[in-house]
């Protein structure tokens, strides 16, 4: 375990801001945060885009829309959809970035591994998804990449799923986490990143168990946190 657990942002500081905007991002150091999760999607047209869900209120799905068609989109504090390229231009080279891979088809990877690579951070970017697949395709591309794998469950053998895909971190459902679970990952120097936590209480639970990074929307409440038992 590291002596100070990652706070880590979930979907940029957004119990403050609109979850995966700009706003959010940019309210994410300046609360505290080591680093940001985000969400993306590839476009038609191979652009890779900041967003939860892959269809949008309007009805219009990501990954049937081109880049161009997706400009008239506005998210509900009146931004536009940002691409990845944007996020971490505003996130700049303080924080590191961990991009969960929601939906993103095989031609869309180089452009994914292009714009980390092009980004003010690239050696503190990493990606995870529930999909493992995608994890194990994009690794095989960029084996630098750090990589880790989401899971929602309590897997019977957890440390085989990561490995599958050459994963070192495991980001756990917070409900989830144990002991246990926290000293097989680290048996093999793998991180434990439990998400999503939004109270005191638990995340102090949390780094008492020994996990590694603190994924939340409070990441002012989890900087208090983690800095209080450090102390």
């Keep these: 375990m590291t002596s100070r657990p990652l706070v880590i942002a979930h979907r940029g ?6 979850e995966n905007s700009l706003a ?6 300046p609360r505290g945060a080591d680093g940001v999760e985000l969400d993306i999607h590839s476009t038609a047209d191979g652009e890779i885009v900041v967003h939860h869900d892959e269809q949008l209120k309007d009805g219009r799905h990501l990954s049937r829309s081109t880049m161009p068609e997706l400009l008239s ?3 509900s504090n009146g931004e536009p959809i940002p691409t990845l390229e944007q996020v971490l231009s505003a996130i700049g080279d303080r924080l590191s970035v961990f991009v969960e891979l929601k939906t993103l088809s095989p031609a869309a990877d180089a452009r ?13 970017y990493a990606i995870h998804s529930f999909d493992h697949r995608i ?14 794998v ?10 085989a799923a990561m490995r599958d895909v050459g ?18 990952v680290h048996q093999v120097d793998g991180r434990l990143i439990a998400w999503t936590v939004n109270t005191a209480e638990r995340m102090q639970q949390l780094i008492g168990l020994g ?21």
């Design 13 to 18: 500081a957004s119990g403050y801001e609109l």
């Design 24 to 29: 959010a991002f940019r309210a994410a150091a």
């Design 73 to 75: 989109a506005h998210l």
């Design 112 to 124: 994914l591994l292009a714009v980390l690579a092009a980004g003010p951070n690239p050696r503190g």
């Design 135 to 148: 994890v194990q395709r994009v690794g095989r591309l960029k084996p630098g990449l750090r990589r880790g």
């Design 150 to 159: 989401l899971s929602g469950a309590y897997a019977v053998r957890p440390i």
């Design 167 to 184: 994963a070192k971190d495991l980001w756990q459902d917070q409900s989830l986490v144990d002991a246990e679970l926290a000293a097989a």
């Design 211 to 231: 996990v590694d990074g603190l994924c939340t929307n409070y990441p002012d409440v989890a900087r208090r946190a983690v800095d209080a038992l450090a102390a």
